[in-house]
């Protein structure tokens, strides 16, 4: 009795971002398509499938419905990752691939600018920060509601 008293208690878990922990954990279905898509996007053992929460951050849109936190690792190297379920398959949301083209350039700023004393290294570098701009300007933001447009009124 105890136990379903419990059980019954799982949907009002919190995350930190207000967001519940679905009734349902994650399906047998959808471990094999997050594998797939974990092949892909961070190669390596996946070490953990967190539990899978109801809602997106705003930054995902609407056409999300539900995330999870999923981290592979390689030698040396853990790579985490939220991914979204995007009208109803896994699939990384377009802040979770924002933020991944703003580290890779990061990443690969040294060889985008070349060396210092380069005859081009002003135009490149000129280049990399326009595209750093671009990048920064193309962040996915937040819908406003119409009661939070009234609200700031």
Known sequence: MKRLALLALLPLVVTAAGRHMRYENIHDGEVS?????????????????????????????PACTDQVW???????RNTGLWLSRMEG??????YEKWQREIADLYRHQSEFLGPRDAPDFAARRDAYNQHMLELQMSKPRCEATPSASAAAR
């Open 33 to 61: 398509e997050i594998q797939q898509l974990m092949s892909e996007l961070a190669p390596g053992a996946i070490v953990d499938i967190d539990s899978v929460y109801e809602g997106c951050s705003c930054e995902e849109g």
């Open 70 to 76: 999923v981290v592979s690792h390689q030698p040396g």
């Open 89 to 94: 398959h896994w699939a990384l949301g377009p």
